[in-house]
């Protein structure tokens, strides 16, 4: 059975940095994309980049505008574990983050990510 | 950016009848190796996205046969056959032949 689970959320204040994990199991991560996605709270669906597989993509990114710049993302093959750093974090990107594997069917329960002073 | 605009943005529905919710993309999600990347979500309250349909019309392993997709190039529709009490909650369409966007949503309320 396919699953995945987010963690590393908290509350943060504006311009600090925060690490998020998405933890996988039952499918053969290396062959994957792995994307995230963000829900700000009472707001739609908000895509926010991908890391391809190493094997087939070189394992390179893609991030939304709205993140260029101040997210990173990364992968752990032997661990099945894909990251996304997010520093100089400002009010705007608070939201529940998903990760999901790259034929965007199935997702994790989210990890709540608050950026307040 | 492929801008997605659904209609309508709230749906009631009477528990057993049809509901249909239309999905426009700016540009053609038609793939040059004759995929259309059209994605189907119910997101529940309280709960993560739940993918319904992909590639514009095939069900997502254990998705009821009540829901069905249709369309293609820029304009796609799904369909709740008869809906159930379960079906409540928001539905977004999403497009995957670019860097990924959304629509609005469709609340869905069953009553």
């Known amino acids: 059975e396919v699953h995945l689970a987010e963690s590393g959320g908290g509350l943060v204040q504006p311009g600090q940095s925060l690490r998020l994990s998405c933890a996988t199991s039952?499918?053969?991560?290396?062959?994957?994309?792995i994307s995230w996605f963000r829900q700000a709270p009472g707001k739609g669906l908000e895509w926010v980049g991908f890391?391809?597989?190493?094997?087939?993509?070189?394992?390179?990114?893609e991030l939304a505008a709205s993140v260029k710049g101040r997210f990173t993302m990364s992968r752990d093959d032997s661990k099945g574990i894909a990251y996304v750093q997010m520093n100089g974090l400002k009010s705007e990107d608070t939201a529940v983050y998903y990760c999901?594997?790259?034929?965007?069917?199935?997702w994790g329960q989210g990890t709540l990510v608050t950026v307040s002073s | 950016d492929i801008v997605m605009t659904q209609t309508p943005l709230s749906l009631s529905v009477t528990p057993g009848q049809p509901a249909s919710i239309s999905c426009k993309s700016s540009?053609?999600?038609?793939?040059?190796?004759?995929?259309?990347?059209l994605y189907w979500y119910l997101q529940k309250p309280g709960q993560s996205p739940q993918l319904l349909i992909y590639?514009?019309?095939s069900r997502f392993f254990g998705v009821p046969e009540r829901f069905s997709g249709s369309g293609s190039g820029t304009y796609f529709t799904l369909k709740i056959s008869r809906a159930a009490a379960d079906d409540a909650g928001v539905y977004y369409c999403?497009?995957?032949?670019?860097?990924?966007?959304f629509g609005q949503g469709t609340k869905v309320e069953i009553k």
């Open positions: 999901s594997d790259g034929t965007y069917g199935y």
């Open positions: 039952g499918f053969t991560f290396g062959d994957y994309a």
């Open positions: 890391i391809r597989s190493n094997v087939y993509g070189g394992g390179t990114t």
């Open positions: 540009q053609s999600l038609l793939h040059k190796d004759a995929t259309t990347f």
């Open positions: 590639n514009v019309s």
């Open positions: 999403m497009q995957g032949i670019d860097l990924p966007t």
